[in-house]
């Protein structure tokens, strides 16, 4: 009760403060306003001097001010009319009312204030743009594109603000790939014509094929918005709305590594979309990213070759194809991909890392493969790695062997396999290999330079020398 008392009263006293003031004041304090560029709170005063007075022609001069300042051109005609029905010798207003009605694109009206201004010059150009446009919608009916370009942004020069015209430029924009300069026409298709649906949905349509999904759906709800029952519109939001949410899935689910429920909601994605060039390649890229995570290898490298030869600019497609041929052990074509996917985007560090990997992977695979000298696969784990090592060196264990040329044999195969075993248990070391380095390179080169006739030479013992028998005991 106290509050509605407290808001009575503060009313009463507005109205007071209002019906106090006079039109000569509000326009005053709308100056100030307007000269501080507080368009809105200029506005406000001056629709307050314009109820006050409706005769004072000064208080539409100044709001149509604020709406030229604004770009609220339509407005600034109707405030202009009232100026000079009041005052029909108010030249300043009649001059401003010609140039608002010429880059509206009304130029009948535009003809007939300018004649009365007394601008021949003026009446002379303005007829020059109508044989402009009517030659341009000539080009655009003949398919000229590059003609009808050229006509219609040297209308458009002049003619700035005719969302007609900015429409035709637009499709024109379309037609050779140029979406972002249509995109600019269209935007101001829709602050120029608020019930503009073509506009919308055009707009849309191209956010949509320039992979900007979620601004797409934010324009075509507009369309929708204004016509509930535009086929078109609508058609095209059902899509949108149901691929932008299976998309942002897909995207969800591979940030969280489920590769698998990645690939069928892939599967389903493309039941929605199959034909826009954008979300083909990257629905291709995200199968082969999922596809080489999962280690499906052959199969990876297929749909990633297939996505590098529709997208061969896209630098991650190399990248992951690379990582695929790094796990199938083809450490050359893992370069070559790494090298592709650097001279396309040669600063991106994973990608620096990933080449320096796989170049010393290929120089390692010339020398010894610790995991190929087990038998065991890359991902193996330390109980694998043991049980293959005590079979390989109870098979390749010297004493077996009688003659000096097979002792000597199984003397270095021995020695590899126990080498493997000691990099691939110890974790440090398995990651060093891993990336392409092998931790024992420094103590086979000083082997080297002992020479090959004792290759046990640097461990400070020969097992196998002289007539000894020698007996492991496997761990």
């Not at 630098?315 to 790094?326: D, G, I, M, N, S």
């Amino acid at each position: 009760m106290a509050a509605t008392v407290v808001r009575l009263i503060i009313s009463a006293v507005l109205v007071v403060q209002v019906l106090s003031t006079t039109p000569e004041q509000l326009m005053k304090e709308g100056d100030i306003q307007l000269g501080q560029r507080q368009f809105s709170a200029a506005l406000e005063k001056y629709h307050a001097a314009c109820e006050m007075a409706p005769t004072n022609f000064k208080a539409f001069s100044r709001r149509s001010t604020v709406y030229l300042a604004t770009g609220r051109l339509k407005q600034a005609i109707k405030d202009l009319d009232v100026v000079l029905t009041i005052r029909p010798e108010f030249t300043e207003a009649k001059k401003s009312r010609a140039q608002t009605h010429l880059k509206l694109g009304h130029l009948e009206a535009a003809t007939e204030d300018f004649k009365a201004l007394g601008d021949d010059q003026q009446v002379a150009e303005i007829g020059q743009l109508v044989h402009a446009i009517q030659a341009a919608n000539e080009a655009i009916e003949a398919d000229d594109v590059e003609r009808s370009l050229q006509l219609l942004s040297h209308v458009i020069d002049s003619i700035d603000s005719d969302s007609d015209l900015r429409m035709k430029r637009a499709k024109m924009f379309m037609k050779i790939g140029r979406n972002g300069d249509a995109v600019g026409d269209i935007m101001r298709a829709t602050k120029l014509s608020a019930a503009n649906t073509e506009a919308y949905f055009l707009l849309s349509q191209l956010y949509y094929a320039m992979g900007e999904r979620n601004d797409a759906l934010v324009q075509i709800r507009e369309c929708v918005k204004l016509d509930s029952d535009h086929k078109d519109c609508f058609a095209f939001y059902k899509k949108l709305k149901k691929f932008c949410k299976i998309a942002d899935t897909i995207g969800d689910r591979v940030s969280k590594e489920q590769f698998g429920a990645a690939l069928r909601d892939i599967s389903k994605a493309r039941d929605l979309e199959s034909q826009e060039p954008i979300y083909v390649n990257w629905l291709n890229a995200v199968e082969c990213e999922c596809l080489s995570k999962l280690g499906r290898g052959k199969e990876a490298i297929d749909v990633c070759t297939a996505a590098i030869e529709a997208d061969p600019e896209n630098a991650w497609l190399f990248v992951h194809r690379a990582r695929v041929h790094e796990a199938m052990e083809d450490f050359e074509a893992s370069v070559n991909d790494f090298k592709e996917a650097a001279s396309k985007d040669g600063e991106n560090r994973e990608i620096k890392e990933g080449l320096h990997r796989a170049e010393k992977l290929l120089k390692n695979s010339k020398k010894r493969d610790y995991y190929k000298i087990l038998g065991v696969p890359r991902d193996a784990n330390k109980r694998q790695i043991t049980k293959a090592y005590r079979q390989l060196a109870q098979e390749w264990h010297p004493d077996k062997f009688d003659t000096e040329e097979a002792k000597a044999k199984a003397q270095v195969k021995f020695m590899d396999i126990a080498d493997a075993k000691e990099v691939l248990t110890d974790p440090e070391m398995r990651k060093m290999f891993d990336n392409g380095d092998d931790p024992l390179d420094a103590e086979a080169e000083r082997e080297r330079q002992q020479g090959r006739a004792n290759p046990f030479g640097n461990r400070g013992f020969n097992p196998f020398g002289g007539n000894q028998q020698f007996h492991f005991k496997f761990q």
